[in-house]
């Protein structure tokens, strides 16, 4: 069964947790069907409404995950109580587990190569029954895309990580998910690098109390012009609650 689907600042958004998404990709899979997975946060909602390709893209993705605290808090607001945050990185973990426990093969598309290569033997040395059907470095250019698609399908895999960061990995799904025989197409952004070591997520503290994001943005200052969408974010839902 389709997830409920609200619209937070006129943009969609799933209503799942851990445990429904990974059911829902699972069903997905046994029923021989194709979804793609994006992960929403309110840097993603601004975004969309400044970019209709991407905004279209949402629109038609398979499942769009409440991947940060604010896209949570604002469908609160909205009367609409979303279990927990679903993040990226941890459900592209879940789908790994469940691969594992169902012999699934999983492609990793993305990142550099030795990042790339460390997150397979990484995930491989957590889940040793794992089946990486095949991986590629996110460094090819568009000539390449064929080869890329041939190889993903010819490795039989069912779910794709694909980590070319976004906007870029929502792009390269829409325009190749038709000719790629995989159920689950996952944008995931940083994930690998997170696997691989080279990222650190934020301590638990800090994850509890839903400050993630803060952490990021002090560990990495260079993201701070993708922050400022923050305040913009607030702005909207707050407006939009009071017009409603
Ligand atoms: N990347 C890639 N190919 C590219 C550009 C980026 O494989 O042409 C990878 C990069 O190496 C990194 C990931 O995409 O592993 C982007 O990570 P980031 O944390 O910036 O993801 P985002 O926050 O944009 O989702």
Same mark, same amino acid.
């Given at each position: 069964?389709?997830?409920? !689907? +609200?619209? +937070? ?68 607001? $909205?009367? =609409?109580?979303?279990?927990? !945050? =679903?993040? &990226? ?41 794992? !089946?990486?059907?095949? %991986? ?29 960061? /976004? ?16 159920? +689950?197409?996952?944008?995931?952004? &940083? @994930? ?8 650190? %997520? ?6 509890? @109390? ?8 002090? /560990?990495?200052?260079? %993201?701070?012009? !993708? $922050?400022?969408?923050?305040? @913009? ?12």
């Amino acid at each position: 069964m389709q997830p409920e !689907r +609200i619209k +937070i600042c006129d943009v969609p958004l799933d209503c799942v947790d851990m445990k429904s998404a990974v059911d829902h990709l699972n069903s997905v899979i046994t029923g021989g069907n194709k979804c793609s997975v994006f992960a929403m946060n309110p840097e993603k909602v601004i975004f969309a409404n400044k970019n209709n390709e991407i905004k279209s893209i949402l629109s038609n993705a398979g499942l769009l995950i409440p991947d940060g605290i604010g896209v949570v808090l604002a469908a609160k607001l $909205q009367g =609409v109580k979303i279990k927990e !945050r =679903v993040p &990226g990185c941890e459900l592209a973990v879940k789908l790994c587990e469940l691969a594992e426990k169902n012999n699934y093969g999983v492609f990793l598309l993305g990142a550099k190569e030795e990042t790339n290569l460390i997150a397979s033997e990484k995930l491989i040395e957590k889940y040793p029954g794992l !089946r990486i059907s095949g %991986r590629n470095n996110g460094y090819f250019t568009d000539e390449q895309n064929g080869e890329i698609v041939k190889k993903i399908n010819d490795s039989g895999a069912h779910i794709v990580l694909v980590a070319l960061g /976004s906007p870029k990995q929502e792009k390269w799904i829409e325009k190749h998910q038709h000719e790629i025989n995989a159920n +689950i197409l996952q944008g995931v952004g &940083g @994930t690998l690098d997170v696997i691989a070591g080279n990222v650190k %997520r934020a301590p638990s503290l800090w994850r509890v @109390t839903h400050l993630e994001w803060l952490y990021r943005l002090l /560990s990495q200052p260079q %993201r701070i012009f !993708r $922050q400022t969408a923050l305040p @913009t974010f607030v702005w909207q839902v707050l407006t939009s609650k009071v017009r409603s």
